[in-house]
């Protein structure tokens, strides 16, 4: 999970037209209080609502989904395991708040852009710049708010704990030890 990340996208679209997708839907509630390790998340994501999802994420796609994607519950794993699963962001009508300062914060990127979403298909080329607020596919360019510095930056480091980590001074001091 770990490394820079660019801040632009490339990638196939994988679209569904579902609207409410629940975290319990992007993640399942029978796996939410186990420790699954990061490589073996795929094999839950999105299996209620997509059995063959692992293998279309497997191309690395953009999802693109309907509106108030990730209601529910607060799940971190909700962002967490579509990032293992091999998304390389989401574009949305529209995010539950959580679920959009979650994805932030694991470094997905998310972008709300429900034009785009009405105009998009399974297959289709995407080309998203986080920075300029564009979205390219074969329907034309759409435009949807660019992301400010600081959350360029959380998305380049990799989320915000490879954020702090990369900032934050060395625990030791200048003798070697703690301070």
């Known amino acids: 999970m770990s490394g820079a990340r660019p801040l632009v996208v490339e990638g196939p679209a994988l679209a569904y037209a ?27 994501a999105m299996q209620g609502f997509d059995p063959d999802f692992a293998c279309k994420a497997a191309a690395r796609p953009v999802l693109v989904v309907g509106k108030n994607f990730g209601c529910g519950s607060s799940r971190e794993q ?13 574009v949305a009508r529209s995010f539950a708040r959580i679920f959009y300062r979650n994805s932030i914060n694991l470094g997905l990127p998310v972008v709300e852009c429900p034009d785009a979403v009405a105009a998009l298909s399974t297959g289709d080329a995407l080309r998203i710049d986080l920075a300029a ?14 992301y400010p510095p600081f959350v360029r930056e959380l998305i380049r480091d990799g989320g915000l704990i490879q954020h702090i980590r990369r900032r934050a001074p060395s625990a030791e001091g200048p003798r070697g030890g703690r301070p």
């Open 78 to 90: 909700a962002s967490e395991c579509l990032l293992a699963s091999g998304v390389r962001a989401v």
């Open 133 to 146: 607020g564009r979205l390219e596919c074969p329907a034309g360019s759409f435009s949807f708010a660019p």
């Open 18 to 44: 579902a609207d409410d997708v629940n975290t319990d839907v992007i993640w399942p509630g029978s796996v939410t209080y186990v420790q699954v390790p990061f490589e073996e998340m795929p094999r839950y």
